[in-house]
Structure formats: structure tokens, C-alpha cells
């Protein structure tokens, strides 16, 4: 059994979205339904992840990072997938922060890298911000843990903004 954490943009643009999953797919597709899949399942590249594992058969599982994150991060727009996937999860962490912040998101990365083999990131290289809780922040933890990181991040792949 190995098991695959993720960390990833959220602001993917439409067109990256077909790329990045094609690519998840060809990452994911060695460990087919011998696989555990730990995700936040925020919008972009984390619930693309999440959906892919369990397209291959694999077992998902969600890290909420608060008490608060349904209602107060997760945008009208992307709850039917947000919620789905919490509904499929064979296990769902809801870690006991009442409020989505820094600490929290922090925190949810910490239990990622706690459960993972490895981590896969969908990640354009950008440095840390400096805020902590990002994508750059949990490949650099991972690398320190001595965790391996698979960087997706295919041709043509950008963000919004």
C-alpha cells in the first residue's frame, strides 16, 4: 500500500485543469488500486487529485483543516465536488481548529506529510510567500522530512492572475 499526499495550487486556469489531471493521472496510474490518497480537497489542484484516486479505485482520505472550512473557504461554486468527495472518503480528519487560518492550514499540511510515502506536487516552482501553510512551503517540509516529492506541472500549465 503506498500512500500519496498532495499540495497544489487553487487558481489553475481552465485551460491547465485538463493538463494538470492528464499528468495526475500518468503519476498516479504505477500505483492503480494498491493506493491511498490524502487530500484537503480544496478547489484546483487537491480535489483534481482526490478525484483521480478514486477514479483509479484508489482509497481517499480528508484532511479538513477547521472547524469552518466548509463554510467559510469552500465557494458556492466548488461545493458539490468539495462535498462529494468528503462523502466517498474512506476516512475524513477534521483537524480542531474553529477557524480556517494559517495555523490551520499548517497544520492540515503537517498531517499530509505525517501520512504520505511520498507527495505530489502540482506546483509552478514559485518560492514561499512567506505566510507559511502554501504549496512551496509543504515541497520544502517534505524535502526536510525526507519525503519525495513527484512535481507535476505539465506544458502550458498557468494560474489565474
Do not use: Q
Amino acid at each position: 500500500m503506498t500512500t500519496l499526499a498532495v499540495t497544489g495550487h487553487i487558481d489553475l486556469t481552465e485551460e491547465t485543469v485538463p493538463l494538470v489531471r492528464a499528468a495526475l493521472r500518468e503519476v498516479l496510474a504505477p500505483y492503480s488500486e494498491d493506493l491511498t490518497g490524502v487530500s484537503c480537497i480544496a478547489a484546483g489542484a487537491d480535489s483534481l487529485f482526490a478525484e483521480e484516486v478514486s477514479a483509479i479505485g484508489g482509497r481517499l482520505v480528508v484532511v479538513v483543516p477547521s472547524l469552518d472550512y466548509r463554510t467559510a473557504v469552500v465557494k458556492p461554486e466548488d461545493a458539490a465536488v468539495y462535498d462529494h468527495l468528503n462523502e466517498t472518503a474512506m476516512e475524513v480528519v477534521t483537524l480542531p481548529f474553529e477557524i480556517a487560518d494559517r495555523t490551520a492550514y499548517e497544520a492540515a499540511n503537517a498531517e499530509l506529510l505525517k501520512r504520505a510515502d511520498r507527495l505530489v506536487a502540482v506546483w509552478d516552482g514559485t518560492p514561499p510567500s512567506g505566510n507559511g501553510g502554501g504549496t512551496a512551503d509543504l515541497v520544502e517540509e517534505a524535502g526536510r522530512a525526507g519525503v519525495p516529492v513527484d512535481v507535476v506541472w505539465p506544458d502550458g500549465a498557468a494560474r489565474r492572475g
